[in-house]
């Protein structure tokens, strides 16, 4: 008996198809136990299949009367009964099975240069495939994730298959099914790649440039993005007439890409790299993709300063061709900070193409995604300064194509597989030469033996080397003997040199008393910051003194090595940082020779200063879900420009997320929660719902703390919006805190405080299905805005207003409360705010069968979207674009559907999904496809209730039964029964009123 899935589940003994009957909760639990052959399944993970996570009230029984019916069809020996759950004895006989078994072989076959095998493999596995994998069953959230794995090895396999025929000069062969797969994977730019490369050997060059110039148009029109690296380098090579690329393809020669985004995030290694040779060797042989069969991940450990991070960035660029999929670097501070693995995969998943509001919540379902997307992948993740064990494991890869290399003070002996490299300090050798290289060669060969001592007494360790060299580069007429000297006396090298880290330790000591009395206050009050790394503003803040003078202190911790350029952000900022362990001395220098108040009046101020910039840059952001707050209780405003305010914040957002926790943990109430605050329209611009959700609910509590009502308030206000439009949609928490925050506006005739946090709590009695006390509270509200003067407010009272009304089912009132709120928004003006206006107005302007008119809006809203490269405003419009369309009989509906579905799935925007589906049932049933329409229509259905959502669910009942009325009364009467329930509880009489009309219809038969 041989079962297969690789197209339509079939199952064939004695050569003939094995019949199983219609019953498709029956096929669909033979298919989950074939995903899962040979081996126990429990009866959890069976219902998971069946029934996703909305199992009914006789799940358990069900199962067991469908295994039962299997036992029967199959035969009690197929399918038997273990403690552990359900085992299907397939005995190897599943065509996906042998799929992977031939992939592997002819992976094998392919690295070891057997091109003729590999081809021979390759082949046999795709000749496997009669359609998509479990094809009838991807509803089921367990069978569409093995679904996805298999498609995902079926393209490498024919992106490797296609390699093969390359390397074994079968260029002409080889074009016409290249074209046809990159033809159903028109983003996958590696199988572009190759066709070219086919084309241009099979002389038909023109045809190679046509296809580029294609997959250029699409991608930019498309996802508005550039061809990758590697498809612009095949590109380049047709129009030089590259001599390589005539010649058959060498494995790895034209390494494949796993897709448009490809991230390089390796910061850049040192220029005076010295030594290290049998290091740099053994990683570079343990990390090569050609002598790996599994996951490979390699772990330097030493001391602090020894030079772990230097070693791993050298070799990691050195690596980075072998690994043509991307290089991943995530840093930690060296602490056992649980938060940051949460953060790091966030960074990750973000760098993969992931949008915020697809980030999972729990670094659980985070860490799943990411080896996800990085399945099949060949990919370097570097992970830099990790504290334990525990860091490390959720960002590992699940996939043996990539390589990982971790870098940390202990060794990770709790990790399994790894390969330890212990880094100890230099040869005398190799830290003469570095120091040569800092200070220039002509003075060490002037004076060898000075050089010798001068090492010796840092004890070899490259942290020590560089601090010494820097000392004798910045004072270049200084000869090596006086450094030599000031080595060896004790009380200037201070007498723990050679001993574990005090080692760093007596090196800083003896470049920190080089330096000038304020560029030594500069250096311990920057070190007391809880930020990763700052700009140069930050310097003249700690030191309350101007720009220039701060900068010349600046440039002395720059020439002494004791701070490190960073790099220049997003915002054209130079920003600098400590090593760790030169922060440590600072530190130590802070608690010597500071006072208490000074360090606390540095960190305010500080502080304060990025409160300033913070609220500079948020009147410059493109929309504000809150009115832009002055900053108060500051003592120091820096003099930056700020020329692009999202710029800015996004390299700006590390360092006031630490600015936050820091004023929390001084206790610095009223400076927390304006942080806090000054970040809200960012974070919501920008989907960082993390960060938000973190810094609003930490500054809410120091103000409960210090019993700061005002604070409270604004941080309640803020909460509220995050729990309202985050991933989470935690809609009873939300409601308590917009009500708490009313009544504490209230209290304080905060008017414009209290109409925000008025509408949140309006906006939360909408989602949880009680639109119309959510109308009456929002009335109050728009007439106490209008009182106030209140714009902002009023354009967001009267936009919930319209939406509560069309929930009601009035589309009238509704149009007329979005139309004041489009004015509204038009005058000041509020683009982001617009898109949202034009979209709702779109949809209440189509329901009226205005299609014109929500054409109209539609496209401006797409066009606005697009202005502001707002991807989440247009993947929310499109759908509704697409619908319209439809109803006008347009063209082109379905190429804007299918846009809108494509986006909506690769940046897992489920609701747009959902309405992007519905639209695409409608556009089916007007062409005559009935079985497409229902298919779309139940798949928006489930994602409905998946998201809670009652009204859309009650919307999609209705369309759902006019699909079934005419062929099937029973299933529409069940349809439309249940749409009814929906209204009624959502008080919306019209179409209660319409759908006991239609109900009457199949009661009747008329």
């Known amino acids: 008996m041989r079962f297969e899935i690789l197209g339509p589940l079939q199952v064939i003994q004695d050569g003939r198809h094995h019949f199983l009957g219609n019953a498709r909760k029956l096929r669909m639990l033979l298919a989950g136990l074939i995903s899962r052959a040979d081996q126990p399944v429990s009866s959890d993970f069976l219902s998971t299949v069946l029934w996703n996570d909305r199992p009914p009230v006789s799940a358990r029984s069900n199962l067991q009367s469908y295994v039962h019916q299997l036992r029967v069809q199959l035969g009690a020996e197929r399918l038997l009964r273990k403690p552990e759950g359900y085992l299907l004895v397939t005995h190897g006989e599943v065509d996906a099975a042998q799929f992977r078994k031939l992939a592997a ?169 010295t030594g290290r040779d049998d290091e740099v060797a053994t990683l570079r042989d343990a990390l090569s993709p050609g002598r790996r069969q599994a996951l490979t991940i390699c772990a330097i450990s030493g001391m602090g300063g020894v030079g772990k991070t230097t070693l791993a960035l050298h070799v990691a660029h050195q690596l980075a061709g072998a690994f043509p999929d991307g290089q991943l670097y995530v840093g930690f501070s060296g602490a056992d900070d649980r938060t940051a693995v949460g953060r790091a995969l966030e960074s990750m998943l ?100 000075e050089a010798s001592e001068i ?125 760790d362990l030169i922060r440590l001395h600072a530190r130590d220098r802070a608690d010597a020779e500071a006072a208490p108040h000074e360090i606390h009046a540095a960190v305010t101020r500080a502080l304060g200063g990025w409160l300033v910039l913070a609220r500079r840059a948020d009147t410059g952001l493109p929309g504000r879900v809150f009115p832009t707050l002055p900053a108060e209780g500051v003592t120091h405003e ?66 409960e703390r210090a019993g700061d009502a005002r604070g409270r308030a604004f941080m309640l206000r803020d909460l509220t919006e995050c729990l309202r439009m985050g991933p989470r949609h935690a809609e009873d928490e939300a409601l308590e805190h917009a009500l708490s925050a009313v009544a504490l506006f209230e209290s304080l005739g905060d008017v414009h405080g209290e109409v925000d946090a008025r509408i949140l709590a309006g906006t939360a009695f909408l989602v949880r299905g009680e639109p119309g006390k959510a109308v009456a509270y929002l009335d109050a509200t728009l007439a106490k805005a209008r009182d106030a003067g209140y714009v902002l407010g009023q354009v967001e009272a009267e936009w919930q207003l319209g939406y509560g009304h069309r929930v009601l089912g009035d589309s009238e009132r509704a149009g007329v409360h979005l139309e004041a709120s489009l004015r509204l928004a038009e005058d000041v003006p509020l683009p982001s705010q617009l898109c949202r206006i034009h979209s709702l107005l779109g949809i209440v302007r189509r329901e009226e069968g205005r299609l ?104 999609t009942l209705k369309s759902l039964g006019a699909l079934h009325a005419a062929a099937d009364p029973d299933q529409a009467r069940t349809a439309w029964s249940a749409a009814r329930r929906l209204f009624a509880q959502l008080d919306n009489h019209t179409e209660v009123k319409e759908l006991t009309a239609l109900l009457e219809t199949v009661r009747t038969g008329g």
Request: proline share 5%.
């Open 105 to 273: 072989e002819g992976s094998a076959a392919f690295d070891g240069g057997n091109h003729e095998s590999a081809g021979r493999c390759f082949r046999r596995a795709l000749d496997l495939w009669r359609g998509p994998a479990f094809a009838e069953f991807l509803d089921s959230g367990p069978i569409a994730e093995e679904a996805l794995s298999l498609e995902q090895l079926r393209l490498t396999v024919h992106e490797r298959w296609a390699e093969t025929e390359l390397a074994l000069g079968r260029h002409a062969e080889a074009v016409a099914e290249l074209r046809e797969v990159a033809k159903t994977h028109p983003y996958q730019e590696s199988l572009h790649a190759l066709l070219m490369l086919a084309l241009y050997r099979s002389g038909r060059q023109t045809e190679a440039l046509e296809t580029y110039a294609a997959v250029r148009d699409l991608l930019a029109d498309e996802l508005g993005l550039e061809p990758s690296p590697v498809l612009r380098r095949v590109h380049e090579a047709i129009l030089r007439g590259d001599e390589r690329i005539d010649l058959p393809a060498r494995p790895g020669a034209w390494p494949s890409t796993g897709g448009a985004v490809v991230p390089r995030q390796l910061p850049p290694t040192v220029a005076d790299f």
């Open 852 to 955: 014109v008119e929500a054409e109209a809006h539609f496209t401006r809203g797409v066009t606005l979207a697009r202005s502001l490269r707002s991807l989440s405003d247009e993947i929310t419009i499109l759908p509704h674009l697409g619908m319209t369309y439809v109803k006008l009989r347009d063209p082109r509906a379905r190429d804007v559907l299918g846009r809108s579905i494509r986006l909506a799935r690769r940046w897992r925007a489920r609701f747009q999904e959902a309405t992007s589906l519905g639209a695409l049932g409608e556009l089916e049933a007007a062409e005559g496809h009935h079985a497409l329409a229902v298919a779309h229509t139940v798949a928006a259905l489930e994602i409905w209730r998946e998201l809670a959502s009652p009204f859309h669910e009650a919307q």
């Open 638 to 703: 820096p003099h930056v420009r700020i020329s692009d305010a999202c710029a800015w914040f996004e390299a700006e957002r590390g360092a006031l997320r630490a600015a936050v926790a820091q004023a929390a943990a001084l206790g610095a109430h009223d400076l927390c929660w304006q942080l806090a605050d000054a970040t809200v329209n960012f974070f919501e611009l920008h989907d960082y719902y993390d960060d938000w959700e973190s810094t609003s609910r930490l500054a809410l509590e120091v103000c």
């Open 350 to 449: 973000r760098a993969l193409g992931v949008a915020g509001a697809a980030v999972p919540e729990s670094a659980g379902d985070r860490t799943a995604l990411y080896r996800s997307l990085l399945a099949g992948k060949r990919m370097l993740v570097v992970i830099d300064n990790v504290a334990d064990e525990s860091q490390v494991s959720p960002l590992l890869p699940g996939s043996g194509t990539c390589g990982v290399l971790i870098t940390g003070r202990p060794r990770l002996v709790g990790l399994a597989g790894v390969r330890h490299l212990h880094l100890d300090v230099f040869r005398p050798a190799q830290a003469i030469e570095l120091l040569a290289r800092i200070t220039g060669p002509e003075q060490v060969r002037a004076a060898p033996s």
């Open 455 to 579: 090492v010796r007494l840092c004890d070899h360790l490259p942290l020590a080397v560089r601090a010494a060299g820097a000392r004798l580069a910045s004072r270049p007429d200084w000869p090596l003997a006086r450094i030599a000297d000031l080595l060896r006396d004790e009380r200037r090298r201070l007498d723990e040199l050679s001993v574990g880290d005090l080692t760093v330790r007596a090196s800083l000591g003896l470049s920190y008393t080089a330096l000038s009395p304020p560029a030594r206050r500069l250096y311990y009050l920057l070190s007391v910051l809880h930020t990763p790394d700052f700009a140069g503003w930050v310097a003249a803040a700690v030191l309350d003194t101007s720009p220039e003078e701060a900068e010349r202190s600046l440039g002395e911790l720059l020439s002494a090595n004791l701070l490190t350029v960073a790099g220049v952000d997003t915002a054209g900022q130079s920003r600098y940082r400590f090593h």
